[in-house]
């Protein structure tokens, strides 16, 4: 069975830009989570997915945004980059919430 | 205060030490555990799932879950250079659809 995809791999963008990454779940899998990694915050969880509808989002202000298709894909949205949105972003899928989470290799980042 | 609080290291250890890397919770309502490992540039993976106080063991990995202490702990037995990454804690609560991780502990096993 095929892993948790996610493109692109490496971004570079520069402040004000707008950047979309997509994630593909594991087959089967309806529930996706999106999480912000850095440094300092360490792993921060950014919004989850069941079957389209958002259950639940993190503390991030409303230039982060997404959305899940009916395929279960999900793209993540950030609008009007700043500098401290440079981070690896991770996607994980699973069954539904509470089952094994699965992880992708995540998309880093940079702002310049 | 962070919900939950993880020592980042690094530690390091000669190889065959037996490790220990903790977390602490605030929130006692917290009831699903895990532990993750995420090597460099790499997504992290689940090593051990629980869900109630007390150990679980799988191969040369031990998870232990201290309700009443709010603090959970994975052993390494036999460690291994490969063992060489960072572990991450992570939990939740039924009904919140959000997991909460700790920062990661830098483990470095030395050959």
């Known amino acids: 069975k095929a892993g948790v995809t996610q493109t692109p791999r490496y971004l570079i963008k520069t402040r004000g830009q707008q950047v979309t990454l997509s994630c593909s779940p594991i087959s089967g899998h309806r529930s996706v989570s999106w999480y912000q990694q850095t440094p300092g915050q360490g792993l921060q969880f950014l919004f989850e997915?069941?079957?389209?509808?958002?259950?639940n989002k993190g503390n991030f202000p409303g230039r982060f945004s997404g959305r899940q298709f009916s395929n279960s894909r999900s793209e993540m949205n950030v609008s009007t980059l700043e500098l401290g949105d440079s981070a690896l972003y991770l996607c994980a899928s699973s069954s539904d919430w509470g089952e094994t989470q699965y992880f992708g290799p995540g998309t880093r980042l940079l702002v310049l | 205060q962070k919900e939950v609080e993880q020592d980042p290291g690094p530690l390091s250890v000669p190889e065959g030490a037996i490790v220990s890397l903790n977390c602490t919770y605030s929130n006692s309502a917290f009831q699903y555990f895990m532990w993750y490992r995420q090597y460099s540039r790499k997504g992290p993976e689940l090593l051990m799932y629980?869900?109630?106080?007390g150990n679980k063991e799988d191969g040369r990995f031990t998870a232990q879950v201290d309700k009443s202490s709010k603090y959970i702990s994975l052993f390494i037995r036999d460690s291994q250079p490969s063992d060489s990454a960072t572990y991450l804690c992570a939990m939740t609560l039924a009904g919140t659809y959000k997991y909460i991780f700790g920062t990661g502990t830098r483990l470095k096993v030395l050959a």
């Open positions: 997915y069941f079957s389209e509808t958002q259950r």
């Open positions: 629980t869900y109630s106080s």
